[in-house]
C-alpha cells in the first residue's frame, strides 16, 4: 500500500480535467493518480493514456456518492484524496500531507485552505472563504484537534471545510467512508460523522488547493433546484433548534451569490 493517492472523480468531458491533472503530476512529492468514472468517453480514455493514469469505470447511474465511494475504494494507498475535476492543486499538497501524516500518527483528516478561481482567474478577495477560515480556526490547535467537541465546532455553523482539498486515512476510516444520503451537503454530513470518531482533523491554514467556480460546478446545480437550501437546512437541524436554524439559514441564503 503506498502513502497516498489522488483519485479523480470524471464526470462527462470537463474542459478543466486536464489542467487538474497537470497540476497532480507537478507534485514536488510524488504520489498514485487514477481517474474513476461513469461516464466513459474518448476524451477520458485519451487523456489517461497521455498521461500515463490507470482508469477504472464504475457501471450504472452516475450518482456523486457512488462515484466517491468507488474512486475512494480504487485508491490503494493510506490516504486518498477525491481529486475534483475542475479544480488544481497546489504543487506542495502532497508534501505538506505527508509531513503532517508523520507528525501525527493519529490524522485521520488533512485539509488546508483554499483559493477560489473565477473566470479562469484568481479571486484576490471571496468573503466566503475568509469567513471559512475564521470558521476553521478551532482545528488548527492541533494539540486539540483530536477532540469531537474541537473537530465539530468548525462544521456546527455550516461546513468550512472544502470537500477537494481532504485527504482521508483509509485504513482507519474503512469503507464505505461517504453513507450521506444528501447531494450538496454530502460532504459536510460525512465530514460531521467523521468527526466524531477516533483520529485528528488536521488543517494548515495554507492555500493548497485552487477551487474553480463555474457555471457548470454541481453546486450551482444544487441552488437552482434548491436541493442546497433544503440540505442545509437539514444538516442545521442535526445540531440547532429552528430559530436558530431559520437565523444561520437567512445567511447562507446570501452566501449563494457566490455562484451567480
Same mark, same amino acid.
Given at each position: 500500500? +503506498?502513502?497516498? &493517492?489522488?483519485?479523480?472523480?470524471? @464526470?462527462?468531458?470537463?474542459?478543466?480535467?486536464?489542467?487538474?491533472?497537470?497540476?497532480?503530476?507537478?507534485?514536488?512529492?510524488?504520489?498514485?493518480?487514477?481517474?474513476? +468514472?461513469? +461516464?466513459? %468517453?474518448?476524451?477520458?480514455?485519451?487523456?489517461?493514456?497521455?498521461?500515463?493514469?490507470?482508469?477504472?469505470? !464504475?457501471?450504472?447511474? &452516475? %450518482?456523486?456518492?457512488?462515484?466517491?465511494? /468507488?474512486?475512494?475504494?480504487? $485508491?490503494?494507498?493510506?490516504?486518498?484524496?477525491?481529486?475534483?475535476?475542475?479544480?488544481?492543486?497546489?504543487?506542495?499538497?502532497?508534501? +505538506?500531507?505527508?509531513?503532517?501524516?508523520?507528525? @501525527?500518527?493519529?490524522?485521520?483528516?488533512?485539509?488546508?485552505?483554499?483559493?477560489?478561481?473565477?473566470?479562469?482567474?484568481?479571486?484576490?478577495?471571496?468573503?466566503?472563504? =475568509?469567513?471559512?477560515?475564521?470558521?476553521?480556526?478551532?482545528?488548527? #490547535?492541533?494539540?486539540? %484537534?483530536?477532540?469531537?467537541?474541537?473537530?465539530? %465546532?468548525?462544521?456546527? /455553523?455550516?461546513?468550512?471545510?472544502?470537500?477537494?482539498?481532504?485527504?482521508?486515512?483509509?485504513?482507519?476510516?474503512?469503507?464505505?467512508? =461517504?453513507?450521506?444520503?444528501?447531494?450538496? $451537503?454530502?460532504?459536510?454530513?460525512? #465530514?460531521?460523522?467523521?468527526?466524531?470518531?477516533?483520529?485528528?482533523?488536521?488543517?494548515?491554514?495554507?492555500?493548497?488547493? =485552487?477551487?474553480?467556480?463555474?457555471?457548470?460546478?454541481?453546486?450551482?446545480?444544487?441552488?437552482?433546484?434548491? &436541493?442546497?437550501? !433544503?440540505?442545509?437546512?437539514?444538516?442545521?437541524?442535526?445540531?440547532?433548534?429552528?430559530?436558530?436554524?431559520?437565523?444561520?439559514?437567512? /445567511? @447562507?441564503?446570501?452566501?449563494?451569490?457566490? @455562484?451567480?
Amino acid at each position: 500500500m +503506498t502513502p497516498h &493517492s489522488f483519485a479523480i472523480c470524471a @464526470y462527462k468531458d470537463s474542459p478543466y480535467l486536464e489542467a487538474c491533472i497537470r497540476s497532480l503530476k507537478a507534485q514536488t512529492v510524488k504520489s498514485d493518480i487514477l481517474l474513476c +468514472t461513469s +461516464t466513459p %468517453s474518448p476524451f477520458l480514455k485519451e487523456l489517461c493514456e497521455r498521461y500515463g493514469i490507470p482508469m477504472f469505470i !464504475r457501471h450504472g447511474e &452516475s %450518482s456523486i456518492r457512488d462515484d466517491w465511494n /468507488f474512486a475512494y475504494h480504487k $485508491a490503494d494507498s493510506r490516504y486518498v484524496t477525491i481529486a475534483h475535476q475542475d479544480d488544481c492543486y497546489h504543487k506542495d499538497y502532497v508534501k +505538506t500531507l505527508a509531513a503532517y501524516a508523520e507528525k @501525527y500518527p493519529d490524522m485521520t483528516l488533512f485539509t488546508s485552505g483554499y483559493a477560489v478561481v473565477k473566470d479562469n482567474k484568481l479571486a484576490t478577495f471571496e468573503a466566503v472563504e =475568509f469567513i471559512k477560515r475564521i470558521l476553521r480556526l478551532p482545528l488548527r #490547535l492541533k494539540v486539540f %484537534s483530536h477532540l469531537p467537541a474541537v473537530k465539530r %465546532s468548525a462544521l456546527i /455553523f455550516g461546513n468550512s471545510i472544502c470537500c477537494p482539498v481532504c485527504a482521508y486515512h483509509k485504513e482507519r476510516l474503512g469503507e464505505p467512508l =461517504f453513507t450521506s444520503p444528501y447531494r450538496f $451537503a454530502l460532504d459536510w454530513d460525512t #465530514l460531521y460523522k467523521l468527526s466524531g470518531m477516533p483520529g485528528r482533523f488536521v488543517c494548515v491554514e495554507r492555500p493548497l488547493m =485552487f477551487y474553480r467556480v463555474h457555471q457548470e460546478a454541481t453546486t450551482k446545480a444544487c441552488i437552482a433546484d434548491n &436541493s442546497r437550501t !433544503r440540505e442545509e437546512a437539514e444538516m442545521f437541524r442535526k445540531i440547532w433548534p429552528e430559530p436558530v436554524v431559520k437565523l444561520l439559514m437567512h /445567511f @447562507y441564503r446570501k452566501a449563494y451569490k457566490e @455562484y451567480e
